[in-house]
Each structure stands twice: as structure tokens, then as C-alpha cells.
């Protein structure tokens, strides 16, 4: 069995900055790649970024490119995504998710069997 806990979200100004944080638990959680996924109201989920096992290889959807980057501290078994010059199109719920998912497939999220809850990102203009 496998936790994942998304804490970071919250109300920033357009081009603000937050960081989210998915603390996994679970005594394998570590060898798995992690992803971030966002859905908006009324909108599919959407991959976000991926981060492999070692964290030496990452990936990221175009819209965010630039502006996010993701990291994990394999000791605390935490994934960040430091999203920063954020727009009003970012407001989502974000999700992070754990499965053995590569860099070709990662933004599927039929893929994963693991989720976190979600945290609430809101972006005003």
C-alpha cells in the first residue's frame, strides 16, 4: 500500500509563486517515478511533470515549461513542484500519482493506480 499526501496549494496574484510538496509513504514508494497532474473545472486531468525514481531525468508539458520544475528528496520521500510566474490558467486541483509509468506514457493518467487527494491552486489576475 502506497500514501501520497499533497500539501502547498492556496490563492496567489498572477505571477506569484508557490511550491507543492507529495510526501509518499510506503517502504517502495521511493523506487517509483511520481508525476503531477492538474484538472481544471469542467476539464480533463492533465499530466503536469514527471520525475523518475533516481531523479536524474524529468519531463514536462509544454504550457509549463519554464515556469515549473519538479525535484524529490528521496530521504523524505517528497516530490516538490516549484511553480513559479504562475497565470490564471494554472488554477486547478493538483494531483500527485505513483506507478511505474516512463517518460514516453507519463502524462496518461489511466496509467496509475496511485493518487494523492489533491490540493486546490488559484491563480487571480
Known amino acids: 500500500q502506497v500514501d501520497l499526501v499533497e500539501s502547498g496549494g492556496g490563492l496567489v496574484q498572477a505571477g506569484g509563486s508557490l511550491r507543492l510538496s507529495c510526501t509518499t509513504s510506503g517502504t517502495t514508494s521511493s523506487y517509483y517515478p511520481i508525476s503531477w497532474f492538474r484538472q481544471a473545472p469542467g476539464k480533463k486531468r492533465e499530466g503536469v511533470s514527471w520525475?523518475?525514481?533516481?531523479?536524474?531525468?524529468?519531463a514536462y508539458v509544454d504550457s509549463v515549461k519554464g515556469r515549473f520544475a519538479i525535484s524529490r528528496d528521496k530521504a523524505k520521500n517528497t516530490v516538490y513542484l516549484q511553480m513559479n510566474n504562475l497565470r490564471p490558467e494554472d488554477t486547478a486541483v493538483y494531483y500527485c500519482?505513483?506507478?511505474?509509468?516512463?517518460?514516453?506514457?507519463?502524462?496518461?493518467?489511466?496509467?496509475?493506480?496511485?493518487w494523492g487527494q489533491g490540493t486546490q491552486v488559484t491563480v487571480s489576475s
Open positions: 520525475i523518475n525514481s533516481s531523479g536524474e531525468r524529468t
Open positions: 500519482a505513483l506507478d511505474f509509468v516512463d517518460d514516453s506514457t507519463w502524462d496518461r493518467a489511466e496509467l496509475y493506480e496511485y
